[in-house]
């Protein structure tokens, strides 16, 4: 019986070259630490990759939303702690809590997972995994003190602005452009000029399919409301390749406040 | 009196999403682990980047090289020891060795630093700061065992490959393209497939000038030697903006074993 709390924490140095021209964490790095804290959660409890591996299937990221107050400073730590919020056949959801070294908090992230056969792609039932061992994990009164995951809606008029190519350094483990990647070349849409203006509060992001290596990403923006002290943007991605129609593969809201 | 050992150890886990398609880390990341070590050797001994902020000076890195005979796996920790090879006016000469857990050596690293004035852009000398404290850490004996940093040569005749814009987040703390994002760059001239038939034996780096958000970066390459089991390349980078000519920022040179 595995005797490990439901709440993981992990502590994470800010890296001085993971920080942005004001020295704070970029969001992007931020986002890999809260997919290493999932990991490294799931792998000490017996259903996260390293086990999944062994019997043909893996965890696949369907939603990410962050959201921040205050963004860690590089050479600081942070803790994540992450828990499974709910347990359903094909989803769970999992929360995560960003603090600093003195326990303020700084952010909070919700995310949904599906398991997936790696050989079929199809759906895998959670509770047929470890003897449903996941479920014994759900904590559902920890708080996570943020608006629940958006449904993100980008309209057929936005404007394509940028289209780029994939390639090696874009590419992870289970041979798929990277997650965090598509959330870094969606906050590149804006400049520095911008950043100094604006700091991001909240990022949604919804993952609709896989891309690799060879694909072109065209980004479509949509400029979604604009009020005194903030403003929110869509964008839509989608890859083209010489095999398939050009076909959506992800949908991000950003939230900036001035 | 500083009594910290002339060389210092830094431990690292591979994190999951930081290696490539082979489960291997990426060269890049294993460039900013250097980068890292170096910065928290250099602040540990009172000549790192956290006091020379306070006196407008900084350290410029001229040189890496980089050359492996493994890369570590995702989940392993290696240790990266860094220290002093020499101090000279104007540059001083860093090494590096990385070993895995079981203490094998994976490969090792050169680099060589200047230092310069952040308000006047000239070079510092290196012996007036914190009354030459930095000689002191200098170990001659520890070894580094592989080729002495080479000189880089791209000719006249290179190829432009590529031409990429620059974003938000290839941007550093001192508001210039990341010195590790050259490095990718450079590495994802080759596809994955390349990779699935090569591993990178070794790179050799020569920062020449820096570049901002918003210049475009051209890549000139040129197949330098090619023999039965490895490949060399030369990457010459030029930056190009509206307010002055093409200019070189970068040469790299890269060595594939098949």
């Not at 965890?59 to 994540?80: D, F, G």
């Not at 449903?132 to 904590?139: E, L, N, R």
């Not at 390639?167 to 483990?173: A, L, P, Q, R, T």
């Amino acid at each position: 019986m595995n005797e490990l709390p439901k709440i993981g924490c992990y502590k994470f140095l800010v890296e001085p070259f993971h920080c942005d021209f004001s020295k704070r964490l970029f969001l992007g790095h931020l986002g890999n630490h809260l997919l290493n804290a999932a990991d490294f959660h799931s792998n000490d409890r017996g259903y996260g990759m390293n086990y999944l591996h062994t019997v043909n299937k893996t965890w696949v990221l369907s939603r990410l939303t962050i959201e921040m107050s205050e963004y860690p400073l590089a050479y600081e730590t942070i803790n994540i702690e992450t828990w499974l919020k709910s347990v359903m056949r094909y989803f769970t959801g999992r929360n995560f809590k960003i603090t600093n070294e003195q326990g303020n908090t700084l952010g909070y992230g919700k995310s949904v997972w599906a398991m997936i056969d790696v050989e079929t792609r199809q759906p895998v039932n959670l509770l047929d995994v470890c003897n449903g061992i996941i479920s014994t994990f759900i904590d559902k009164e920890k708080e996570c003190n943020i608006d629940k995951l958006s449904r993100v809606q980008v309209s057929e008029t936005a404007s394509l602005v940028r289209s780029i190519d994939t390639h090696y350094s874009d590419v992870d483990m289970n041979g798929h452009i990277n997650s965090i990647k598509y959330i870094e070349h969606v906050l590149d849409l804006w400049s520095v000029d911008w950043y100094q203006q604006h700091t991001i509060k909240r990022i949604d992001v919804a993952y609709v399919a896989e891309s690799h290596q060879g694909d072109q990403l065209n980004f479509y923006l949509e400029p979604f409301t604009s009020a005194q002290e903030s403003e929110h943007y869509s964008v839509r991605i989608t890859k083209v390749n010489s095999h398939e129609a050009e076909t959506e593969v992800c949908r991000c809201a950003v939230y900036f406040l001035k």
